[in-house]
């Protein structure tokens, strides 16, 4: 059914903030270019500042600004390209719509339970949050709603990343996305 | 220099409403996936549904409306995607923005007297600007800033649309960015 290396697809990272998307995301980008795929990162953060000025944190405007993640993650997937979304997505009607939207749609939960997300608060935000200095954020004082089928569950709290990289890449290749030469 | 088929670049269609843009945009991407290029138009009207809702048309919103289409049409076009941009794109300092950003990038100004496009009005937009009913509609009460020194001028008051389209097709080819093949 797939025709690797010209079709598309999107490989969507959920998960609470800190639990390891972005680095992840990352690694499986690098792996993936030196296969000289074409490869495109959206990262929640720079999302906000490209695509999504003055959205907040509401429930509508999280929203909001996960159907334009999906609506770019679309465009790049039908021509062919491997994109790879890094985004808290907290809820899951979210996460559904995406998948609806985008179709070729991999889905990996980047579980870690939050005490350990705290713990390593990569940019300081729990803290604010605990402070009370941020509203509305996911884990503190917004929920995150796990998916409940996702393709590929990695356990941050336990596995290396390298270990993580490695169970995304052989799934791939499972759902007949890459071809098994590149594991 | 340039590497086809992988090498992706912005086709940017600018001009008055009603020019023909629309038009020359879809005709052009129906001829290019004919040869199966990867290909993906970006239409004003439609962007502004899924990627700038809730944007107006002040200066500043139209400002950050290109830029937001500059954005994406960079993402598709850095996997190697033929992009299409068929928007007003009324500022010239705004399109120059999207040229920076997106590098390889064919400006097509498609050229058509105010009197004409407002004798077409395919959407009978003039006809409600005229009569007051929007605020802000360039041609009329917002100014259209041309290119000065765009990769390509059609004439769509008189040239067919297969004339144009060929004109833009034969400078892709000067350009490197199509093989000869295709014309």
Same mark, same amino acid.
């Given at each position: 059914?797939?025709?690797? %290396?010209?079709? /598309?697809?999107? #490989?969507?990272?959920? /998960?609470? %903030? /800190?639990a390891g998307k972005s680095t992840l995301s990352k690694m499986l980008a690098e792996r993936l270019k030196q296969f000289h795929l074409p490869?495109?990162?959206?990262? /929640?953060?720079e999302v906000r500042k490209r695509l999504t000025k003055g959205l907040g944190y509401s429930h509508e405007d999280r929203e909001e600004n +996960?159907?334009? +993640?999906a609506y770019v993650a679309k465009l790049l997937t039908n021509i062919g390209g491997?994109?790879?979304? !890094? !985004?808290?997505?907290?809820?899951?009607?979210?996460? @559904?719509? !995406?998948? !609806?939207?985008?179709? *070729?749609?991999? @889905? #990996?939960f980047v579980q870690c %339970?939050?005490?350990?997300?705290?713990?390593? *608060? %990569?940019?300081?935000?729990?803290?604010?949050?605990?402070?009370? @200095?941020i509203s509305n954020f996911t884990g503190i004082s917004d929920p995150y709603e796990p998916p409940e089928k996702p393709e590929i569950i990695v356990r941050t709290d336990e596995e290396k990343p390298e270990e993580s990289l490695q169970k995304i890449l052989t799934e791939l290749v499972k759902l007949k996305y890459i071809p098994e030469s590149l594991i």
């Open positions: 059914m797939k025709n690797y %290396p010209n079709s /598309g697809f999107t #490989v969507w990272f959920t /998960g609470l %903030p /800190g490869v495109q990162i959206l990262d /929640g953060d +996960i159907r334009r +993640i491997i994109t790879i979304v !890094a !985004a808290i997505s907290p809820y899951l009607n979210s996460r @559904e719509e !995406a998948r !609806a939207e985008i179709k *070729d749609f991999v @889905e #990996v %339970p939050l005490q350990m997300c705290i713990q390593r *608060d %990569p940019k300081g935000l729990y803290a604010k949050a605990n402070r009370g @200095e």
